[in-house]
């Protein structure tokens, strides 16, 4: 009898920041990120999203970040992580360094600053997507600070992240906002 009053209130005794990723573990949850830093603001004129020479690109400490993030991430969960990307090439190293598995491009989390992308649209796509991925595994979703703060509000730093209660709710509940350092 007692062992079953202990089961039923160790939900309870976890911290705000452990029931939070648990929640990513057990699928109801999302980590969506901002890509790991990457100095200044936009892309250069000549941006092309084929060619990595023409954008803004990770920097030393933005390699570091999106390693951090990797080992970071190994101690949450034991279990294999899935990993959607902007197509933008900073986005994409980001989850490439992380080391975690393929990363998978997914233009819905592609930049929308400064007219390159339909604000509202992707933000609808990225409630729709979340509302019918089956997500399994733990999922990180690497995309661009507009892209975030158009779904919550938030105003993320470069390589931080934010825990999304699944289903996605208006407004939106954060359950956490992460940084592995």
């Known amino acids: 009898m007692k062992l079953w ?7 309870f005794s976890l911290s705000a920041d452990e029931r939070a990723w648990q929640a990513w573990r057990d699928g109801n949850a999302v980590l969506i990120m901002r890509h790991a830093l990457a100095p200044g603001t936009g892309d250069p004129p000549g941006f092309v999203l ?3 020479s023409t954008q803004r690109n990770l920097n030393a400490r933005g390699r570091q970040q999106a390693q951090a993030w990797g080992r970071f991430l190994q101690q949450k969960t034991a ?3 899935q990993i959607f990307s902007s197509e933008w090439c900073r986005c994409l190293e980001t989850g490439q360094l992380m080391a975690l598995s393929t990363v998978e491009p997914l233009p819905l989390l592609n ?3 400064a007219g390159r992308g339909d604000r509202l649209a992707q933000t609808s796509a990225l409630q729709a997507f979340l509302a019918q991925a089956p997500l399994s595994t733990p999922t990180v979703l690497i995309t661009h600070q507009v892209n975030i703060t158009a779904l919550t509000g938030i105003f993320p730093a470069s390589g931080e992240g934010l825990l999304l209660a699944l289903p996605l709710t208006e407004p939106i509940t954060v359950l956490a906002r992460v940084q592995p350092e």
């Open 79 to 81: 279990a294999d992580v």
């Open 5 to 11: 009053i202990l089961i039923l209130l160790l939900p």
């Open 50 to 52: 084929q060619d990595c």
């Open 111 to 113: 930049s929308f600053f």
